[in-house]
């Protein structure tokens, strides 16, 4: 292909995985002094998915995730290349405390307890979490020798190093939360590896734990080590919501893609001379290369009557659905203080509902003065059921919930109903074989890759990274010379 002749590019999903993959792509055209030809499709009317930030009657809605973690660096990185670095806003040092439900009491989470372990022995010791006897399994954990596996069940793991009690009180719920999994299913090696690698270099978790507090002694006495729950010295948000985020990077591809939104793409397949030939309700044309930025069930369809062994695989990774019941009440219609960023509940609990974020506690301006956004998480794989139910009823279930944990009186000024339908990849046992067995069948497939978060990671940096490296594996494979 001449160098004057524009590569065609095809991005095939409107979410944040498919605007961070046309930026990349924008970036390396101009690097390259190369002319390429955009178009990114979207089956909605709106870019983002299920990512967004609303603005309602002095609150700040939002719909996606509502902060990122910076120990992966690509969203700070691409926060950075937008020019948003002085929009970036950190936690609220107040309210950096997480709960955890026991007996329909939401309690602290010990100081520095790392989802699976405690840092800090003396503040494990204080919780009301566990009983006398489930703690002293706990510091058990020290002496029982490693099994090391190459991926194991997060209930098995748990179980084997740390006991049924803090596994069913303080580890499922702390983790399975992140990912609404079952955790009978979750593999560690896909989702919190550190933790089998710690059993097998340390022979413990625990040791493993405590030599990583050895090594960031000079952080104890910042108030992230002081944090309740999660890292939250970690997290950052935007000003204006994260919307912030994803408004920078459409504005910055606009004039070099083509956007078309609400143009569903129902199939792609190879043409003779090798390239992709991508199929939408307006028409058929041909690209050089295409990024499937959508979930693996979605890119199966669109890839099925072409490459129906690829489609097999990715047809393995499981999906979950999830809806966010997000409320505004008055401060004085609720009896606990609420100070905290969000409340976890174990499925032993036998609730309706997840976890509970507080979102205007974590970041300012989030709700108007004397007001407090939740956002209730119902659904999951444990509970998939409670989402046939219509947003009215979804709206009077977490309400009614949020009533008896947190002794909430009255109606909410605002409720919005969220759905997450089929967005939550399952990373279950051999996820890591699925993954090596998907990527080398899309080898295979010059100027094919599979971006979103079906592969390596749910979170938002996770996303980012994975759309990068696939674009620029890509463009190294259709610019070989």
């Not at 700040?60 to 002085?86: H, Q, R, V, W």
């Not at 444990?382 to 009255?410: N, P």
Request: net charge neutral.
């Amino acid at each position: 292909m001449s160098h004057d002749q524009p590569q065609r590019w095809a991005v095939i999903g409107g979410g944040i995985s498919g605007l961070a993959a046309c930026h990349r792509l924008v970036n390396l055209g101009r690097s390259a002094s190369r002319p390429v030809a955009i178009d990114l499709f979207e089956s909605s009317d709106r870019l983002g998915g299920v990512f967004g930030t609303i603005e309602q009657d002095g609150y700040l809605l939002e719909t996606g995730a509502d902060m990122f973690i910076t120990n992966k660096p690509a969203a700070l990185e691409l926060s950075k290349e937008l020019g948003l670095s002085d929009r970036l806003i950190e936690t609220d040092k107040r309210f950096r405390k997480s709960l955890i439900l026991r007996r329909g009491r939401p309690l602290p989470t010990p100081v520095g307890f790392d989802l699976m372990a405690p840092r800090d022995l003396k503040a494990f010791l204080k919780t009301k979490i566990l009983s006398p006897a489930g703690k002293m399994r706990v510091l058990q954990e020290y002496l029982i020798r490693p099994q090391p596996q190459e991926d194991e069940s997060l209930s098995s793991f748990a179980r084997r190093r740390f006991g049924r009690e803090a596994f069913e009180r303080m580890i499922q719920p702390m983790i399975g939360g992140i990912y609404t999994a079952d955790p009978d299913k979750l593999g560690l090696r896909s989702t919190l590896p550190r933790f089998l690698e710690m059993e097998a270099e340390h022979g413990s978790v625990l040791k493993g734990v405590l030599h990583e507090a050895k090594k960031s002694k000079a952080r104890k006495a910042s108030a992230e080590s002081q944090a309740s729950g999660a890292r939250y010295g970690l997290f950052l948000s935007f000003d204006r919501g994260m919307s912030v985020l994803q408004d920078a990077l459409v504005s910055a591809i606009q004039d070099d893609v083509q956007i078309r939104s609400g143009t569903p793409v129902t199939q792609v397949s190879k043409t003779d001379d090798g390239r992709w030939s991508v199929t939408s309700r307006e028409q058929t044309e041909t690209y050089d290369a295409v990024i499937l930025a959508v979930p693996s069930h979605v890119a199966a369809g669109i890839l099925r009557e072409a490459l129906p062994e690829l489609t097999s695989s990715l047809q393995q990774i499981e999906y979950a659905s999830a809806a966010i019941v997000l409320t505004g009440y008055r401060l004085d219609q609720i009896q606990h203080d609420m100070k905290c960023f969000g409340l976890v509940i174990p499925a032993i609990e036998q609730r309706k509902v997840l976890a509970v974020s507080c979102t205007s506690r974590k970041f300012p301006d989030r709700a108007p003065e004397g007001r407090i956004q939740l956002r209730t998480f119902i659904g999951g794989a444990l509970q998939q059921q409670l989402l046939e139910q219509s947003d009215e009823e979804l709206t009077e279930l977490a309400c009614g919930e949020l009533e008896q944990i947190f002794g909430i009186q009255g109606k909410p000024e605002l409720t919005r109903v969220v759905r997450w339908n089929g967005a939550m990849p399952q990373y279950h046992v051999g996820h890591q074989q699925r993954i090596s067995e998907i990527e080398r069948q899309f080898s295979e497939q010059r100027g094919l890759e599979l971006a979103g978060n079906a592969l390596h990671g749910v979170g938002l940096p996770d996303v980012i990274q994975t759309a990068w490296n696939r674009v620029e594996q890509s463009w190294r494979e259709i610019n070989v010379t």
